[in-house]
């Protein structure tokens, strides 16, 4: 889940409460998993490290197979 910029910490950290407690849930997780997904509840630092190294990673997949945009 994402918020606007300059969103302030307390509604981030109380936003991120309630979506991993309701991630947390039995049922939720069985509905992602029977769609195929994994439910998956972190703190906001953890996801912004998560993004960082799968721009990292996905950058190099790109350079590596020289693709370019159109």
Request: hydrophobic content about 45%.
């Amino acid at each position: 889940m994402f918020a606007p910029a300059r969103t302030p910490a307390t509604i981030i950290n109380r936003l991120n409460q309630e979506i991993v407690r309701v991630l947390n849930q039995a049922d939720v997780k069985e509905k992602f998993f029977n769609a195929g997904a994994e439910a998956v509840g972190g703190s906001p630092d953890e996801l912004a490290a998560k993004i960082k190294s799968e721009i990292a990673r996905m950058g190099k997949v790109i350079k590596d197979a020289g693709i370019r945009a159109e």
